[in-house]
């Protein structure tokens, strides 16, 4: 196992660097003017010009200055805004918002994606399982934002159950967000623990449980149900990474000043330290969620083991 941890924290490295190069080339020495890129849509001047040369080292060779950046970033410093505000200050703000709001997508999709999973699994070919397989499939056909302006309208406009906007952060304010957000998740889950839980139902060891004359909710909830579990716990790890990097369209729509929503708004203006921070932060939160989820799975499987 050690050695495992080892070797997927190396590659996580070189998936980290090889991610921020890739970003901060876009960014920078991708654009035509990687000043103007700094500067966003304002026009700039030429004392501007020469300061944000100096600042950003922009006059000496582009390695040199992905390296000094990097330097920067690996010590805790995110970088500024050509306003002179530090991204980590700005982050420091948003971060609570994103991760109340994927939490509770995360959480709204575990209990409710294995709930009825579980039960359409159970009833393989019944009217819940038929029903719910529809509906899924509705979900993971419309796009997010489709989802979330209609959601918007009808239950924050018409019916008034939420709030149009949320800026304020509460848990109220924040539920129907987080139900747009994990609604492809919640899809996901759904049919993946509907699919896990319909195969272990056939498989030999439930069949000599039943022989043994096991309950079937014993047999269910002990045995079928962790078997079951080891793909869903996998893809809810990942998942939390897709949440917190997938929130970008979700906090434009609610305007949650997370972010999703920064990031949103240095991309549109073109602030490059901004975007290679938060992208940077969440590709670090992605390789160590993945990685959490892989040391799980000798926790639920004992059979599984990484050599």
């Given amino acids: 196992m050690l050695r495992f941890v080892v070797r997927r924290l190396l590659q996580m490295i070189l998936v980290f660097f090889g991610t921020t190069f890739i970003v901060y080339w876009l960014m920078f020495a991708g654009s035509t003017d990687p000043i103007q890129a700094l500067a966003g849509e304002r026009?700039?001047?030429?004392?501007?010009?020469?300061?944000?040369?100096?600042?950003?080292?922009?006059?000496?060779?582009?390695?040199?200055?992905?390296?000094?950046?990097?330097?920067?970033?690996?010590?805790?410093?995110?970088?500024?805004?050509?306003?002179?505000?530090?991204?980590?200050?700005?982050?420091?703000?948003?971060?609570?918002?994103?991760?109340?709001?994927?939490?509770?997508?995360?959480?709204?999709?575990?209990?409710?994606?294995?709930?009825?999973?579980?039960?359409?699994?159970?009833?393989?070919?019944?009217?819940?399982?038929?029903?719910?397989?529809?509906?899924?499939?509705?979900?993971?056909?419309?796009?997010?934002?489709?989802?979330?302006?209609?959601?918007?309208?009808?239950?924050?406009?018409?019916?008034?159950?939420?709030?149009v906007t949320s800026t304020d952060g509460t848990l109220h304010s924040l539920l129907l967000p987080a139900i747009i957000l994990g609604a492809l998740s919640l899809a996901t889950a759904i049919r993946l623990t509907r699919t896990s839980v319909a195969e272990n139902l056939r498989a030999d060891y439930v069949r000599t449980a039943r022989a043994k004359g096991l309950a079937r909710r014993r047999v269910v909830g002990v045995h079928v149900l962790r078997n079951s579990l080891i793909p869903v716990v996998t893809f809810l790890g990942v998942e939390l990474g897709n949440l917190m990097g997938g929130a970008i369209v979700t906090e434009t729509i609610f305007n949650v000043p997370g972010v999703g929503f920064q990031l949103r708004n240095a991309i549109r203006l073109e602030d490059g330290p901004t975007v290679v921070a938060i992208v940077s932060i969440l590709v670090i939160i992605y390789l160590l969620t993945n990685l959490v989820v892989d040391v799980l799975y000798a926790v639920l499987d004992p059979r599984i083991r990484y050599e």
């Fill in 43 to 163: 026009p700039i001047s030429d004392t501007v010009r020469r300061e944000l040369t100096e600042r950003y080292h922009l006059d000496e060779p582009f390695l040199v200055r992905y390296a000094n950046y990097m330097a920067n970033l690996l010590c805790g410093d995110l970088g500024e805004q050509i306003t002179g505000r530090k991204v980590s200050e700005i982050l420091a703000q948003a971060w609570p918002y994103t991760i109340k709001l994927g939490l509770l997508a995360l959480a709204i999709v575990a209990v409710f994606g294995i709930t009825a999973g579980v039960v359409a699994g159970i009833r393989r070919g019944g009217v819940f399982d038929n029903i719910t397989l529809m509906i899924t499939l509705i979900v993971i056909g419309v796009p997010t934002f489709v989802t979330g302006f209609f959601a918007q309208y009808v239950l924050g406009v018409k019916i008034k159950l939420f709030p």
